[in-house]
């Protein structure tokens, strides 16, 4: 028997090819779905925002990375925050909040498997699980510590110093005691840098001229710990001035091209002659100690050490556009998209 019932609608968006160059909105498509309905076991999920993320133009790269890139003719994948609409799964109640991996789409059936922490809305804002309650937290603030582990007094140099990662890791490294540098690509962002994020000096690196000088006169004690969201010439200069036994965390290439890959970058002397230490940060290593950072955190933005921006566009259909916009550096804070109505706004 055909049921004349009519169909509960969802939308998708879906990868339709690799991106030569540049990511442009092109490359996705908006799909209309029908919308499941959750079994044994299952849970349905009102997607309320979508994280938006400079590693994104990797994973739908072929070029070889850290995992496979996302299939053509299949759903983007991203982190998401979410209300639990339908439950018949024991760990969950209708209204939970739950930040996971759901991709983009407006409405996601799960197993609880792609749920990596269930949000607290008296943190503050939901949308904070988004980036400093979110991975963006989990990666700055380990990043920094476990692999770059600044000591009181060193000086700590980011790049793209206020983007959402690189403004995290310089207000940690304030709440160490650290003087903090940060290297970003406009003035606005300069400012941005120092009167939101308490950086001790921020450079234009697009208008310095000479970077190493300007790096040299904004880190007169040199460089302790660098933490490298973009490689490329700027990592290079900063390689320059690393001090004795420094550390360097590898957080992200986005100066370099995604694919094909590039000969080098060339392993720096500046590595043997101060006896330095590079490693590379991959956050989807330490999903695990979300919880555990984000009880570090919390209490940090409550009282108002940890600021953050957001930048935040309408509707699933605008991610792709956002998402160029994100690669080209013009968001002025973390990129969500609001896919649905937040209840707690």
Not at 88 to 116: E, F, K, T
Not at 230 to 247: K, T, Y
Not at 257 to 286: T, W
Not at 288 to 309: K, N, S, T, Y
């Amino acid at each position: 028997m055909i049921s004349n019932k009519p169909v509960a609608k969802n939308q998708e968006v879906w990868l339709r090819a690799r991106p030569q160059g540049t990511v442009t909105p092109e490359l996705f498509e908006l799909r209309d779905a029908a919308r499941p309905e959750p079994g044994p076991g299952e849970l349905l999920i009102r997607i309320i925002y979508l994280s938006l993320d400079p590693a994104m133009r990797g994973w739908i790269s072929d070029a070889p990375n850290y995992r496979e890139p996302v299939p053509l003719d299949s759903v983007m994948i991203g982190f998401t925050l979410g209300e639990v609409a339908q439950s018949r799964h024991p760990d969950y109640a209708m209204g939970d909040i739950v930040y996971g991996r759901q991709g983009w789409r407006a409405w996601a059936l799960s197993d609880g498997s792609d749920i990596d922490r269930k949000v607290e809305p008296l943190q503050g804002p939901i949308s904070a699980a988004m980036h400093v309650l979110g991975l963006t937290g989990l990666t700055a603030y380990l990043g920094l510590t476990r692999v770059g582990q600044p000591k009181a007094g060193e000086t700590v140099l980011v790049s793209t110093a206020a983007g959402a990662v690189g403004s995290m890791v310089g207000q940690i490294a304030k709440i160490q005691g650290c003087r903090t540098v940060g290297l970003t690509g406009s003035d606005d962002k300069v400012v941005a840098c120092v009167e939101d994020f308490g950086y001790d000096a921020a450079i234009n690196y697009k208008t310095a001229g000479d970077l190493e000088a300007a790096l040299s006169e904004a880190c007169p004690d040199g460089i302790d710990v660098y933490f490298d969201n973009v490689g490329g010439e700027i990592s290079d200069a900063a390689l320059d001035l690393i001090n004795h036994r420094a550390r360097i965390v590898v957080c992200g290439t986005m100066g370099i091209p995604a694919g094909p890959n590039p000969r080098g970058p060339r392993v720096s002397r500046q590595l043997l002659v101060k006896r330095a230490r590079m490693e590379g940060f991959l956050v989807l290593d330490h999903l695990h100690r979300l919880d555990e950072v984000v009880a570090i955190l919390a209490p940090w933005m409550a009282e108002g050490r940890l600021r953050f921006r957001e930048d935040i566009v309408e509707g699933l259909a605008a991610a792709p556009a956002a998402l160029q916009q994100l690669l080209a550096g013009n968001n002025r804070g973390k990129m969500m998209v609001r896919v649905g109505p937040d209840p707690t706004a």
